[in-house]
């Protein structure tokens, strides 16, 4: 890996597939959790409908989203490879951190911390911006504290987070404030 050759980059809807495995193998990497049940299997079965007509509707779906001026995406490349993405957006009342991965193997050499630049500088800070973080994945934790995101001490239930034997990935939500002048 040469990390001259990543690059961050608008995403495009052909991106989804590439972004969609990022995610895969990051969760394999990332949540499972044996002592709240949380195996490797059950991580595995959350990505094991993409290949059918119900995960290709699903991915129609996120291609559509491109079209939203209120979210955004970002991709780093090593070439052609997708090593990681970033997806963010503008909600009414607040910002909104949806997702940042870096596969494993490109972790550690300021990939995220790129990304994560470019989403606070498309975000702007005239509002409060929040993200859900397992609450197990203590290296997102301090990546983000780094970026001055505090716990805000609630607890987190989504969608995104359930697996299909019907465990729930634990999250907690963090968020920057606004700096009032």
């Known amino acids: 890996m040469n990390l001259d050759n990543i690059e961050i980059v608008d995403s495009t809807p052909q991106d989804v597939f590439g972004i969609r495995n990022v995610q895969k193998i ?4 990332t949540y499972p959790n044996l002592e709240l049940g949380i195996t490797k299997e059950d991580i595995k079965s959350n990505f094991s409908k993409d290949n059918t007509k119900e995960g290709s509707r699903q991915i129609e779906g996120w291609k559509s ?19 990681g993405f970033c997806v963010v957006s503008r ?18 050499n300021g990939i995220g911390r790129r990304l994560f630049d470019m989403s606070l500088q498309w975000l702007g800070n005239d509002k409060d911006i929040y993200v859900n973080v397992v609450s197990y994945n203590v290296n997102a934790i301090k990546f983000y504290e780094k970026f001055g995101f505090i716990k ?30």
């Open 26 to 29: 990051t969760w394999i990497d």
């Open 65 to 83: 989203r491109y079209s939203d001026p209120n979210e955004h995406r970002w991709v780093a490349k090593d070439g052609n490879e997708i090593v």
């Open 91 to 108: 909600e009414k009342s607040n910002y909104r951190i949806q997702a940042i991965y870096v596969l494993p193997s490109y972790q550690g």
């Open 152 to 181: 805000t001490g609630k607890n987190v239930v989504d969608d995104i987070a359930s697996l299909p034997s019907g465990v729930t990935l634990p999250e907690i939500e963090m968020v920057k404030k606004i700096i009032h002048r």
